[in-house]
């Protein structure tokens, strides 16, 4: 959940969300929480690419508009090594592509929970994940990082 900050007589906004840059430069976040997936999907544009794994418990990546296929298969292992469903099973799964435009949240929605009018299926392989892991591990990132 994001807060303020005071340094000196400036406020900065504090925005709790994933980072991750891809080999392209390109710069990704993702939600950490119910509160922040809702304040990242919230305020992506309606042309933005977001991600989420086909179970719940999974970050809400924002991917930008018109991101390339690596740039996508990149933060589609990005959102699954955060899942609820990895860290449970460890085997292949489902990130679900859609435009934060297909998206729709009623005031009924718990916090975290959106409704997706379309979307389409990206399959990332658990060795792709383990790769990744692999690659925080070596570059001093806690795995466990929420």
């Given at each position: 959940m994001g807060g303020f900050l005071k340094v000196g007589l400036l406020y900065l906004f504090m925005v709790n969300f994933r980072e991750y840059v891809t080999s392209s430069g390109l710069r990704v976040l993702g939600g950490r929480s119910a509160?922040?997936?809702?304040e990242l999907v919230s305020d992506a544009g309606s042309k933005d690419v977001l991600l989420h794994t086909d179970a719940p418990g999974s970050p809400f990546v924002n991917v930008g508009v018109e991101p390339s296929k690596s740039d996508l298969k990149e933060a589609a292992v990005f959102c699954a090594k955060y899942s609820q469903e990895w860290?449970?099973?460890k085997k292949d799964l489902t990130v679900n592509k859609f435009m934060r435009s297909d998206m729709n949240k009623s005031v009924l929605m718990k916090g975290g929970t959106w409704g997706v009018k379309k979307s389409e299926k990206i399959k990332v392989k658990a060795v792709d994940v383990l790769k990744f892991e692999k690659e925080l591990r070596s570059e001093?990132?806690?795995l466990g990082d929420k």
């Open positions: 509160e922040s997936n809702d860290r449970n099973s001093g990132i806690a």
